[in-house]
């Protein structure tokens, strides 16, 4: 994606997620009674799938317009440095600084939303792989508020390559968790027609869909 701090975070998921779903002990049911059950099944999973994609969405739009606030502020610290204004310097490093505490609070407000939803029992594998990738992100994120915080350059550009390289690794995992999900807001930037990651020269890589 375009913007330079959509690399750092999106969503996360913090602690376990409900399971609906429970078995039937009574053994042996017929051909009806298991229609009924997928029926109930895809109608669970639908659901699920519409309120993650919209809280995806939401979530996404607040992350892009705090994304360019810091990309903003970070041409600010740039102008300022090659200016030698000090005040200005100050300025623009807490405007970085409340634009990643933006994001984050972003990302906690779609945290808690996803928490309260209930994941349908064969959604839960891709739904905890999409949230576990989220997480290595958050905490490059609050390396990188860190890293602001201390004003330590050497330490931002040491994060900001750990967060491209985490982009790299975890684009095609939430991808391919997105899409069987069925939640399309979800989907990074770039891979809404397929999965798959991009690599240094700009190409992208095709993964094998999960069966």
Request: aromatic residues 2%; negative net charge.
């Amino acid at each position: 994606m375009s913007r330079p701090l959509r690399l750092v975070l999106a969503l996360l998921a913090v602690g376990a997620l409900v399971v609906a779903g429970c078995t039937d002990d009574d053994g042996g049911g017929d051909d009806e009674s298991a229609d009924a059950t997928t029926t109930t099944t895809e109608a669970a999973d639908t659901a699920f799938a519409e309120q993650i994609d919209e809280l995806c969405a939401t979530g996404d739009a607040a992350a892009t317009q705090a994304g360019d606030d810091f990309e903003a502020a970070i041409d600010d610290v740039t102008t300022a440095t090659q200016a030698q204004d000090e005040a200005a310097y100050t300025a623009a490093l807490d405007d970085a600084e409340s634009a990643v505490e933006d994001i984050i609070s972003a990302v906690e407000t779609f945290l808690a939303d996803v928490d309260e939803l209930e994941v349908p029992a064969d959604l839960q594998q891709p739904v905890d792989d999409y949230l576990e990738t989220m997480e290595t992100q958050l905490s490059l994120a609050e390396d990188l508020r860190a890293a602001i915080v201390a004003d330590d350059g050497d330490a931002f550009n040491e994060v900001g390559q750990q967060i491209a390289a985490a982009e790299e690794e975890t684009r095609p995992v939430r991808t391919d968790a997105a899409n069987e999900i069925g939640a399309p807001a979800c989907v990074p930037d770039g891979d809404e027609d397929g999965s798959g990651s991009t690599d240094s020269d700009g190409a992208t890589t095709e993964t094998t869909e999960k069966g």
